[in-house]
């Protein structure tokens, strides 16, 4: 069974150029979530689905991030316009309700 | 701010010995679980422990949980090279149960 997938998985931009990550849950996943992980330390939750709402974005800085996730299966997250401290490892992860969470790679991304 | 401390921040042993890192959490708890960060790579869940279990067992990984102390514990016996990633502690309370926050995570390296 294919794990959850994420692209790109690299991503270098100069400050306020929009930026796009895609992820692709586990097959029959309906609760998606999106983390972003600055270095050292641990991932901190930006936006959680169930199915295609968004249940928490309490910590989603909604001035330049966005997010969806179309039919309830895959989901993008936005940026626009980056800045230098948007610069950060990316993650998405899939469960089962609220089941335990399997994460994609990520999409490490450098803001110049 | 993070609801989960690791400790120590980093740890470094030799093939074979145990390693054990601490968890320490501030508000009553539903679950507590232990993921394993491999450099660059995603989380992996390792163990969950309910708010009413004391220890669990998984292979080499035993975890304890004291909800009166807010702390929990991950040992890992008989170290192998390979275990050498960073291990974090994630917390799910009881209100807004699908929601894990992360500590900042025990960076474990296991010398040959």
């Known amino acids: 069974e294919a794990g959850v997938v994420q692209s790109p998985r690299y991503k270098i931009i100069e400050k306020k150029q929009p930026v796009a990550f895609w992820c692709n849950p586990i097959?029959?996943?309906?609760?998606l979530y999106w983390y972003r992980q600055n270095l050292g330390q641990g991932p901190e939750l930006l936006i959680r689905?169930?199915?295609?709402?968004?249940?928490?974005d309490s910590q989603l800085p909604k001035d330049r991030f966005s997010a969806e996730r179309l039919k309830g299966v895959d989901s993008t997250l936005k940026i626009q316009p980056a800045e230098l401290g948007d610069s950060a490892v990316y993650l998405c992860a899939s469960s089962l309700d609220q089941g335990t969470q399997y994460f994609g790679p990520g999409t490490r991304l450098l803001v110049l | 701010s993070q609801q989960g401390e690791e400790d120590p921040q980093a740890l470094s042993i030799q093939e074979g010995e145990n390693a054990t890192m601490n968890c320490s959490y501030k508000t009553s708890i539903n679950n507590l679980q232990w993921y394993r960060q491999n450099s660059g790579r995603g989380l992996v869940h390792l163990i969950l422990?309910?708010?009413?279990?004391r220890e669990k067992h998984s292979g080499r990984l035993r975890v304890t949980l004291d909800t009166s102390k807010k702390s929990s514990s991950l040992l890992i016996t008989a170290s192998r090279a390979a275990d050498t990633a960073s291990y974090f502690c994630a917390t799910n309370r009881y209100t807004n149960a699908g929601k894990s926050t992360f500590g900042d995570g025990t960076t474990l390296t296991v010398k040959p």
């Open positions: 422990i309910r708010s009413n279990e």
């Open positions: 097959s029959g996943h309906n609760t």
């Open positions: 689905y169930e199915n295609e709402e968004a249940v928490d």
